[in-house]
């Protein structure tokens, strides 16, 4: 048996929230329609205008995701080396013109290259076909077009800057600090 939902004006009136439904309506009793509360109005014949539709919703979009980095930081220790002698700290201080670096002692620290913050710091060794930088508790191979004997060849003190991943430094820039030992 289906329950009768009383007159459509009645309905159309208690979804406007005109008429409210008492409790005894919502325990299953016959239903009766009670006037809605209603604010007062100004007088019986002003009707107050419907407040304006929201305004849509505007959607951010996400920033894109973040291009892998194209230069991996050296740790600080990285970044440092112990020079042979003081006339040999003094020349590789020279060769870093425009870059940040100090001396302490006999140990050059360089803090920033060309603004991509410290550069790997290390000796250039062969290891079979490979070329290598060899620093303080690192060893990384050389990859990339900069990654050749031509440039800095075994036994070269070099600053590299580069990407590490899976224990490769793809060079990005590469500065010679100091020659091979005679």
């Keep these: 048996m289906s329950r009768r939902r009383g007159p459509p004006a009645a ?62 930081p050296a740790p600080p ?4 080396l112990v020079a042979r002698d003081e006339a040999g700290a003094r020349a590789m201080v020279g060769r870093l013109g425009g870059h940040r670096a100090r001396l302490v002692d006999l140990r050059l620290h360089v803090d920033d290259v060309a603004g991509e913050g410290r550069p790997w710091l290390g000796t250039v060794e062969r290891r079979g076909r490979e070329l290598w930088l060899v620093g303080d508790g690192f060893a990384l191979a050389l990859d990339g077009p900069l990654a050749r004997p031509r440039i800095a060849g075994p036994g070269y003190t070099v600053w590299v800057t580069g990407r590490v991943a899976a224990g490769r430094l793809r060079a990005r820039r590469v500065g010679v600090l100091a020659p091979p030992p005679r």
């Design 77 to 80: 220790a990285a970044a440092s």
């Design 11 to 72: 309905t159309a009136l208690l979804a406007a929230g005109v008429l409210a439904v008492t409790a005894a309506t919502a325990a299953g009793e016959p239903a009766t329609a009670t006037p809605a509360a209603a604010p007062p109005a100004a007088s019986p014949a002003t009707v107050t205008p419907a407040p304006p539709p929201a305004a849509p919703a505007t959607v951010t979009p996400a920033p894109p995701p973040a291009a892998p980095a194209t230069v991996t």
